[in-house]
């Protein structure tokens, strides 16, 4: 079983920034990739970005420009550096590694709220 340790996470206001790390056990190199996603209440979960072992990111269209996703793979470390945020990028963020296998794990989630 994989355990990521998250942190970061907390209360913010609109226009601030947060960074959120994801600490994983092993060499982060020997994944697939990893990242983040975030659900709201009532709301799915979704992507909000992610980074492969080649160090190719992903971002969610809502976050573009504003998030930046990066690794340091001396630290098993990824890390998610959050900009301008807006009141609607309240959510739980969850951290997720995927394997080459296609088995994936999850982080126990951390909590951002921006105020308006």
């Known amino acids: 079983q994989v355990q990521l340790v998250e942190s970061g996470g907390g209360l913010v206001q609109a226009g601030g920034s947060l960074r959120l790390s994801c600490a994983a056990p092993?060499?982060?190199?020997?994944?697939?990739?990893m990242g983040w996603y975030r659900q709201a209440p009532e709301n799915q979960r979704e992507l909000v970005a992610w980074?492969?072992?080649?160090?190719?990111?992903n971002y969610a269209d809502s976050v573009k420009g504003r998030f930046t996703i990066s690794r340091d793979n001396g630290k098993n470390t990824v890390y998610l550096q959050m900009n301008s945020l807006k009141p609607e990028d309240t959510a739980s963020y969850y951290c997720?590694?995927?394997?080459?296998?296609?088995?994936?794990?999850w982080g126990k989630g951390t909590l951002v709220t921006v105020s308006s």
């Open positions: 092993g060499s982060i190199s020997t994944f697939n990739r």
């Open positions: 980074i492969t072992s080649g160090g190719y990111s």
């Open positions: 997720n590694l995927h394997t080459w296998a296609g088995t994936d794990y």
